[in-house]
Nanobody, 113 residues
Framework: QVQLVESGGGLVQAGGSLRLSCAAS????????MGWYRQAPGKERELVAT???????KYADSVKGRFTISRDNAKNTVYLQMNSLEPEDTGVYYC???????WGQGTQVTVSS
C-alpha cells in the first residue's frame, strides 16, 4: 500500500507559477516511476508528466517548456514546478505512484485570466 499526499495547489493569475509537491509513504519510493495527471472540469483526466526511477522525464506537449517534474528520493517526494501558467492549466492535479497505480487525493489548481 502506498499513501500519497499532494500539496501546493491554489489560485494564481495567468503567467504565474506554482510548485506542487507529493509526499509518498508505504513503499520504496525510489524504485517506482512517478507521474502527475490532471483533470479539468468536464474533461477527461490527462497525463501531464512522468519521471522514471532513474530520473528520465516525459511531458505532455501542452506543458513542455513550462512545467518541470523532479524527485527527491531522500524525501520520498516528487515535485511539479509550473511556470507561465495559463487558464487552460486549471484542474485537479493528481500524483501517481506508477508501479501499482496508486493515486493521491488531488490538489486544485486554478489559473485566472
Amino acid at each position: 500500500q502506498v499513501q500519497l499526499v499532494e500539496s501546493g495547489g491554489g489560485l494564481v493569475q495567468a503567467g504565474g507559477s506554482l510548485r506542487l509537491s507529493c509526499a509518498a509513504s508505504g513503499r520504496t519510493f525510489s524504485s517506482s516511476a512517478m507521474g502527475w495527471y490532471r483533470q479539468a472540469p468536464g474533461k477527461e483526466r490527462e497525463l501531464v508528466a512522468t519521471i522514471g526511477s532513474g530520473g528520465s522525464m516525459k511531458y505532455a506537449d501542452s506543458v513542455k517548456g513550462r512545467f518541470t517534474i523532479s524527485r527527491d528520493n531522500a524525501k520520498n517526494t516528487v515535485y511539479l514546478q509550473m511556470n507561465s501558467l495559463e487558464p487552460e492549466d486549471t484542474g485537479v492535479y493528481y500524483c501517481v505512484y506508477l508501479r501499482g497505480n496508486y493515486w493521491g487525493q488531488g490538489t486544485q489548481v486554478t489559473v485566472s485570466s
